[in-house]
């Protein structure tokens, strides 16, 4: 065996390095590419004409763009109508969740309770529940009520469903928000109200932005009930107003204004998340105490 | 630095009343959770008060009442002489820091400290007086605009300082501010604190368990243990005549030597030494004493009561040599004991002849644990 000197010029490959290079940023952009395809595939699509959209072979960087499917749902049909029944139920009903669970998380979180992990136990076992199964229940009640075709029969439900897990996210929040800054501000003088209102919630925005934000989501994309509740036209939200986009004939599927609709469906979502993205980010309690 | 006082000038008449009293005090979250059996105690004008003991002994559990933020299961809390058992916080003109400080930190700085003013509706023109007067007294001016987050932890704790000194209350209430800081900063924190405090006229209850902290700061320390006050005195008395073991042991560092001796005719027994016991103990069976490890001396001659010590640890503490030996008494018993050399200090071997002082022993009942006295 021979002895060589350790050779400490670098080889020419160099493959450990280049391959932590390029492996990050490859692997970054093809889970993009997988999340987003479908979006991007949507959003392409309504901006494609019809010829570009049946032709095969498949036009993936159309020549010519388009805004007549836009204007088809607008003009034609009431579409701004749909996009205000959405607003409307979804703001309602996050705003009743909030404003139901939030109260609740907090005495849940800072009084002794007797039987409070009973109680949230149970809160925990209502989240299990799909939706679904309560449907035909809540059919019944709907109909009993004769909210049928009334924003109420989407808000109540709506904000029914959101309301344990905005107690439960809200309550290990206010679980974590220092006690000592509470107490430090009865000392000062606050009110019950006063602190709640000038300590707590300023502290809370994150939260209740992210739990929003959540229940919002649930709201604005629900269908079955949505679907079921309401038969009125100008009453029906987006989901449900999407599906029922026919064409001409059953045997022409208006690809275009569907893909539009589902645009015009997530861009408020987008739009929402964009805007509160400081507030769920913002670590609001750092500093609070010793950190 | 200027002083500005920030309290009225009282008149001498009033010097003398209690500021803060407490009655019989007991707080029983639960039967076997009693963190406060029955707390008598009162403060006056100018006092400084430490309440000094373990973890868990409820130091906070009593300033919390003080403060309103729990309910007295029993007793009575009086500021100024009047009844504030049940008043909330707000009204009762007592300003608190807390050990995490408790920022608010949604407001900055001139706010957090503000915020009581203006709650109780003080014209702008005097809060605005008030802000000026203790940022400059702590050196804050430069912070005033910042959120808490933006501050150091010394930074922060001298505004937590500052939103208690701006309330100009009847009592201040301090829980532990110096745990968060670094040892250096502590020291000089402790010192500023020291100054401040002394140029106040309310009187203050810190709570700490730091016993060094107690004996720099205070005028009086209430030392507790389980719930039970255990001693009420000036800081060097604290030190020089504790009232029992507990108090012995836990003020004082390196802690104080305790040896279990056997008694025969009203004299306890180490090794072929007899000490003459107090009075009240010549009927003993067992008694404890006890010596400081800075009062235990080497012998010289002329010592009376002089001990050979086998040295089985030397710990280097940079000022001193903290030696610890083992004094064989009899065939069966050794004790051990820790003396305190200093740091040019040499021997040979490992045999040392120490001297114990009888004027520096503190002799305790065994079965009670309390100190009795010549
Ligand atoms: N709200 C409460 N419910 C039940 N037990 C409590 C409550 N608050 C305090 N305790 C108990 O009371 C005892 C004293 O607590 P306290 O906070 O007064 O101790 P402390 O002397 O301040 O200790 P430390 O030095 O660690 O701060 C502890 O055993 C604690 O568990
Ligand atoms: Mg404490």
Redesign the interface.
Known sequence: MTTQPLDRTPSPSKPSISWKQWALPLSVGLIVVFCLAPALWQLLTSFKTNEAIAAIPTVYFPSEFTLEHYQELFERRPFFNYMLNSFVVATLSTVLALGLGSPAAYALARLRLQGESILVGAILVVTLFPPILLFLGLLNVVQALNLGNNYLSLILPYAAINLPLTILVMRSFFQQL?R??E?????????TV?LLLN?VL??TLPALATTGILAFITAWNEFIFALTFITAEPMKTIPVAASQLGGASIFEVPFGPIAAATVLGTLPLVLLVLFFQRQIIRG???????? | MTRTDPTPTIAPSETQQAMLELRHLNKTFSPSVVPVKDLSLSVKRGEFLTLLGPSGCGKSTVLRMIAGLEQPTKGQVLIQGEDVTHKPPGDRNISMVFQSYALYPHMTVADNIASALKLRKIPEEEVRQRLREVSHFLGLEALMERKPSKLSGGQRQRVAVARALVRRPSVFLLDEPLSNLDALLRENVRAELKQLFESQQAPVVYVTHDQTEAMTLSTKVAVLNDGNLQQLDAPHQIYAEPANQFVAGFVGSPQMNFLTLPCEAGAARLGDRSFPLPPPLSHARQVILGIRPEHVRRAQPGDTYTFEGKIFLVENLGMHYLVSVHIQATQQTTYTLRLLLPSDATWEGDSLQIALPPETIHWFDAETGSAVRQ
């Open positions: 220092p000592d800054l107490d430090s501000a009865k000392v000062d003088g606050y009110s006063g300590i300023p502290l609001l309690t750092s500093g609070a105490v010793k950190g």
